[in-house]
């Protein structure tokens, strides 16, 4: 608080401060549009006539509450940043790590592919020359009709399948499959808010008051669902529009490690979760500390999860305006599956599907 231009302490005698403009006053009232001190006639007489007061002593306690709040938001956003840089940093060195055996193999497989070519082309080469041998000319004809013949029924046969595939994936989606997962407030880090039909999930400036439950995350912003799936195949949509520049989606088993910052408790880095995230620019998907780098078109503001668990398949699509394939997790799933959620700022939106 400020009284004629020095800064006032929080203190319980205040009556050393003056008025600036009646000086034999004590300034013991706060105007709040001027945000100056003021003595008590300013108000009624002075410059200050009609402004909104306050005692000095009441504002400027509460202003220190502000600030210890502001201090204490702060220091929450510099631990969480802290916490995804060392997580960086170890997939940073564990990627490199592996990058000498990645170009080995990549080098191994290209090797593999041209050994494969160089046989077709041998058996190839065998063929036509057996066919260049043939003296019968209506042989000859037959022949090359049963090789002119085989390529594309093969071909169209593949193409069928896949047709059929993608149409009958999509269908399920759109059909039995839709599902409506609630979020677990047990779960949720104390600075995160839970709205009242608890689809939508927030940072909130301070941390909750009173006891914490034995499921919490205490030190990572995330969150689990309420309903989980042991069985069947299950969609839903999450809107990530509102999440910033940071979040995290997917999946994970009630095992998940509930304690501290390290990599068991971390969604993704871990056997018990699966997720999609985005940081800054950058879009990966993760599953026990492997990463998988994803390009997608545009920048999603709602992907689709469709989860098959008896067929280990768990897939992520952005439906922002449409539905594009972004990636598939395949995996033997051991114990039932939770929507799994985590925030860097922002919301975070479990879509209501019908």
Not at 96 to 109: F, G, H, P, S, V
Not at 130 to 156: F, G
Not at 159 to 166: A, E, G, I, K, W
Not at 197 to 210: F, H
Request: aromatic share 8%; net charge positive; glycine share 8%.
């Amino acid at each position: 608080l400020f009284c004629g231009g020095a800064d006032i302490r929080v203190r319980e005698d205040a009556s050393g401060w003056r008025c600036p403009e009646h000086g034999d006053r004590v300034a013991e009232l706060y105007c709040r549009r001027c945000r100056r001190c003021v003595c008590a006639l300013c108000p009624v007489l002075g410059a200050h006539r009609g402004h909104p007061v306050g005692l000095a002593l009441e504002e400027a306690v509460h202003v220190q509450a502000h600030a210890e709040s502001s201090k204490t938001w702060l220091t929450g956003k510099f631990t969480e940043l802290r916490l995804l840089l060392d997580e960086e940093e170890a997939l940073a060195k564990k990627f490199i790590d592996k990058n000498m055996q990645l170009t080995l193999q990549a080098y191994r497989e290209h090797i593999k592919s041209c050994k494969e070519q160089i046989d077709g082309m041998h058996s190839l080469s065998t063929r036509v020359w057996r066919i260049s041998q043939e003296p019968d000319p209506i042989q000859l004809l037959q022949v090359i009709n049963i090789y002119l013949q085989c390529s594309p029924s093969e071909l169209a046969e593949v193409c069928l399948r896949s047709v059929q595939f993608c149409i009958g994936t999509q269908g399920r989606l759109l059909r039995g499959d839709a599902r409506t997962p609630t979020l677990e407030p047990d779960t949720m880090h104390a600075r995160l808010r839970l709205s009242a039909d608890r689809l939508t999930v927030r940072c909130g400036l301070m941390g909750r008051l009173g006891p914490t439950p034995a499921l919490r995350f205490d030190k990572l912003w995330q969150v689990l669902g309420r309903d989980c799936y042991a069985a069947g195949r299950h969609y839903w949509e999450v809107d990530v529009q509102e999440a910033g520049v940071g979040w995290w989606v997917g999946v994970a088993y009630a095992s998940l490690r509930r304690c501290g910052a390290t990599a068991s408790a971390r969604l993704g880095c871990n056997r018990q979760s699966w997720c999609l995230k985005r940081y800054d620019l950058e879009y990966w998907a993760f599953h026990d500390g492997q990463r998988s780098r994803l390009r997608p078109r545009d920048d999603p503001d709602r992907l689709g999860v469709f989860l098959d668990y008896e067929a280990g398949i768990l897939s992520f699509y952005d439906v922002s305006g449409g539905m594009s394939h972004l990636h598939t997790f395949r995996a033997a799933f051991q114990e039932p599956l939770y929507p799994a959620l985590r925030l860097w700022e922002g919301a975070i939106s479990i879509s209501r599907l019908p």
